[in-house]
């Protein structure tokens, strides 16, 4: 239960932090995924549209003013609420956006792009043809595309208790016919523990061949091979063995009437604990400017996270509009 949890609360916050890609600005380049950037310039000019159809919708007047602190100090003028493009269009709106076919297609590019920047290492392990590249990526694409499918129907408020029971059996059923189709196309038993291996650690993969890499080599010091794996396996580790505090949040925020600010707050609370405990456990293999590197790095995830927690949370609000 704790395995399908974590991987779920994976999915979710996964599918969530794409969606505030599309709504804000693109993950860095990696030179592996050139030939799918360059096919997303379209994409963004649809995206730059999106965002245009998501502003012209009328604003909720909001009772409660809220201001900057720093406009507060500065002038006498009346304070206005402070609202973003997306939540100025409502939750309802940006759900409607997000069934647009368009839309739709712009996830799974998105998708295909962190397929090919976090298995890129193990297809080079696998030795894979050309041909067999390209099916194992169509794989892992498509079964991308049913998880954030179905976590996005997790983040409907109007799901009931047993919908959502349904949905979780569902997704738990697809990953298993996934593993046995992949196992069956590996068709070999040290390849298919490779691919184990991997999955294991794939959030901090993904992660650090999207931001991490460029992080580290803008300091002038990147890490070597070996330095990239300790550094990986230490952060997995502690993903891996959360507390009970972590798991009781993670099983209350799978209910989006749970994913609240108070809950949000407590979550990224977490991690930064979390996060210095790898910060002390790093300092043995990394020198004084990765551990500075490191630090940043935390700090953009967590701002990731936050961005997809907070996604989530406008998404289940006000779900009648």
């Known amino acids: 239960m704790k395995t399908l949890l974590l991987s779920l609360t994976g999915i979710t916050i996964g599918c969530l932090i794409t969606l505030a890609w599309f709504l804000g600005t693109p993950p860095a380049e990696d030179h592996r995924v050139a030939q799918l950037e360059a096919e997303?310039?379209?994409?963004k000019e649809t995206i730059s549209q999106?965002?245009?159809q998501l502003?012209?919708?009328?604003?909720?007047?909001v009772t409660t003013a809220m201001t900057s602190p720093a406009v507060s100090a500065s002038t006498s003028v009346e304070p206005t609420p402070a609202?973003?493009?997306a939540a100025s269009a409502g939750p309802a709106a940006l759900r409607q956006v997000l069934k647009d076919p368009t839309m739709r297609?712009?996830?799974?590019?998105?998708?295909?792009?962190?397929?090919?920047?976090s298995y890129a290492g193990l297809i080079e392990y696998l030795n894979l043809n050309n041909e067999e590249k390209a099916h194992f990526k169509n794989l892992l694409t498509q079964r991308a595309k049913m998880e954030a499918d179905l976590a996005l129907r997790l983040l409907d408020g109007k799901?009931?208790?047993a919908e959502r029971q349904s949905i979780i059996a569902e997704l738990e059923k697809g990953r298993k016919a996934y593993d046995e189709t992949i196992r069956q196309f590996?068709?070999?038993?040290?390849d298919w523990k490779a691919f184990q291996s991997w999955e294991n650690t794939k959030p901090?993969?993904?992660?650090?061949?999207?931001?991490?890499r460029t992080l580290f080599n803008s300091t002038g010091e990147p890490l070597n091979q070996q330095q990239e794996q300790q550094l990986i396996q230490v952060m997995a580790q502690s993903r891996q063995s959360p507390t009970p505090q972590q798991l009781e949040l993670m099983r209350r925020i799978q209910n989006p009437s749970e994913l609240n600010e108070t809950n949000i707050k407590t979550m990224l609370d977490v991690q930064r604990a979390a996060n210095e405990q790898t910060l002390q456990k790093a300092a043995s293999f990394l020198r004084e400017n990765q551990l500075k590197a490191l630090k940043n790095y935390q700090e953009r995830i967590l701002m990731d996270t936050e961005s997809g927690y907070r996604m989530g949370n406008m998404l289940m609000q006000n779900n009648g509009q």
Do not use: F
């Open 40 to 43: 997303l310039k379209t994409a």
């Open 50 to 52: 999106l965002k245009k």
């Open 55 to 61: 502003e012209v919708k009328p604003v909720t007047p």
């Open 83 to 85: 609202v973003t493009p």
């Open 105 to 117: 297609e712009l996830l799974t590019k998105q998708q295909a792009m962190q397929v090919e920047t």
């Open 159 to 161: 799901v009931s208790s």
């Open 186 to 190: 590996l068709n070999n038993d040290s």
């Open 204 to 212: 901090e993969r993904t992660h650090y061949e999207t931001v991490g």
